[in-house]
């Protein structure tokens, strides 16, 4: 168990606790004699950290004994000078020892002495002082989680369940409501609710904030939890308790969960020449799914499109690779996005391969709160090579990478391991794209019919148009009364295809 790589010290305490352990025909440490630890097997630094510990029960101070000597301790001691001693030996084997490097004359850094001294101490007062015994698995796995939500609000400890839930949630079908989530101040955030879900056919935005499911409160929750509650049988209701901005008082929401099939890629022809696309999600099949998509709209428009919304908004992202995939489909060269963290192999690089699938047709991309990470990846790219004009409100603004590690017993850890930035060296990180023209949130109502003002058309005997008569005249009033519609249920679309007629018609001019 301790070859070569393991540190002496490590091995040294492993001993110790080996000793302690009780077997037949023998006591562990418990409040009779401990087995002695030979300073030899240890450096001699090590022995000065551990007379440091300021731990004293029944009048006797916790040391290192010598070769032969048999000092009293109790079970409480025994335990802080294992758990001490644990974490200082693991620490010293991943090389962030207080020794001097022999033959090097340099020095590593030193160890956080106070701070292993108090987590030791609390770790003994809860296994003696607290109401009820609590389990030594669960008081590590708790300490294993604080550190990592202590880090950033993506970082997290996941055991073998919520493992097996974040693998679910890539294949495109799993049961629960249909939002994606986040953490902010101790709740739930709502990053976005997916398309065609009961999420959002219940009302649930971007931005909501979950403070109560069912009756439980999720102040105190893990994420995992808050998620593993979500999730049911399909057909089972859940009451949400969220509070909403503009609202003065939170807002409670019930719904039927149910299997959630995640389609990645919708889209349709808006107008003759001018298609729209919009995904939902990235998952690993979208960049194929898109292209197929694009090609079937080129197709029903003769060949070629004049002109495409990509709409992104309340996308809250998904895999990295096909954020590259969509926005290689649009790009000739150039760089697409690139990562930057502490170890090599999350320093990345993703460049454009030759072929514009649309062949230069102009393309108008909306974004919106709820639009982050992969969202923002393909926003940026497109941006930056003037590819693409943005419309909509700033994006969520979540620029980081997270790398899933496996662990031992099927457990995992979900790390933030880089940063991303788009190819002209911006940081998305809290601070999210900023459209090139931004939109209001805002709700177009028809005003009440009022007088018809008087056209030509209108005046007695007024000379007729020798080019458009009747049927022609017909469609022209029938486009503009589907273009009002489009204004009144998704005014930003409306503006984006306008948008996109104006750059097509310019286009037109300069040929």
């Given at each position: ?291 197929k998509a694009l090609k079937d709209l080129m197709e029903q428009s003769g060949g070629s499109l004049k002109g ?119 940081s998305i990180q809290a601070e999210g794209i900023v459209p090139d023209i931004e939109l209001e949130s805002v709700?177009?109502a028809k005003m009440e019919k009022s007088l018809k003002m008087l056209k030509e058309a209108d005046l007695a ?51």
């Amino acid at each position: 168990m301790c070859g070569a790589p393991a540190s002496p010290v490590f091995c040294a305490l492993l001993s110790a606790y080996m000793a302690c352990q009780p077997v037949a025909g023998r006591r562990g440490c418990g409040s009779g004699s401990v087995p002695a630890v030979r300073a030899a097997a240890m450096p001699r630094d090590i022995g000065r950290y551990l007379h440091e510990v300021p731990e004293e029960y029944s009048g006797r101070r916790v040391t290192i004994v010598a070769a032969g000597e048999h000092r009293g301790m109790t079970s409480r001691q025994s335990i802080i000078i294992l758990v001490f001693g644990v974490v200082v030996g693991v620490m010293l084997s991943l090389g962030h020892g207080v020794l001097a490097e022999r033959g090097t004359g340099q020095v590593s850094p030193s160890l956080p002495l106070d701070e292993l001294r108090t987590f030791t101490e609390v770790f003994g007062k809860i296994k003696s002082d607290y109401v009820e015994e609590v389990d030594d698995k669960k008081l590590l796995e708790g300490a294993i989680r604080g550190m990592l939500a202590d880090l950033d609000p993506h970082s997290a400890y996941m055991d073998a369940d919520a493992f097996k839930e974040l693998q679910v949630g890539t294949t495109g079908q799993f049961g629960g409501l249909g939002i994606e989530v986040g953490m902010e101040d101790g709740f739930v955030k709502v990053i976005a609710p997916i398309d065609d879900t009961p999420a959002q056919k219940a009302g649930i935005q971007a931005g909501d904030l979950i403070i109560r499911l069912d009756s439980a409160p999720v102040k105190g929750m893990t994420l995992g939890e808050a998620v593993k509650i979500m999730r049911g049988k399909p057909g089972t209701d859940i009451e949400l308790t969220i509070v909403r901005e503009g609202e003065e008082k939170p807002l409670t929401i019930t719904i039927t969960r149910a299997i959630i099939k995640v389609k990645s890629v919708k889209s349709r022809i808006l107008e003759d020449g001018f298609g729209y696309a919009r995904i939902t999600q990235f998952q690993s099949r979208s960049g194929r799914d898109l292209e197929k998509a694009l090609k079937d709209l080129m197709e029903q428009s003769g060949g070629s499109l004049k002109g495409l919304v990509l709409d992104l908004r309340n996308n809250p992202g998904g895999v990295l690779n096909a954020a590259v995939d969509v926005s290689d489909l649009f790009l000739d060269k150039g760089l697409i996005v690139y990562t930057e963290g502490r170890i090599k192999n999350s320093q990345m690089s993703f460049k454009a391969s030759p072929g514009d699938l649309l062949g230069g047709a102009p393309i108008a991309v909306l974004i919106n709160g709820g639009s982050a990470s992969a969202s923002e990846i393909v926003a940026g790219a497109l941006q930056d090579h003037k590819r693409a004009v943005i419309l909509g409100q700033p994006s969520f603004g979540k620029g980081s990478v997270q790398t899933v590690l496996p662990m031992q017993g099927g457990t995992a850890l979900k790390l933030t391991t880089a940063l991303y930035y788009t190819p002209s060296g911006r940081s998305i990180q809290a601070e999210g794209i900023v459209p090139d023209i931004e939109l209001e949130s805002v709700k177009l109502a028809k005003m009440e019919k009022s007088l018809k003002m008087l056209k030509e058309a209108d005046l007695a005997g007024h000379l007729e148009n020798g080019t458009r008569r009747g049927k022609a005249a017909g469609k022209a009033e029938e486009k503009v009364g589907e273009e009002k519609s489009l204004a009144e249920t998704d005014y930003p679309l409306f503006e984006a295809l306008n948008l996109l007629k104006g750059l097509y018609i310019l286009g037109e001019r300069d040929d």
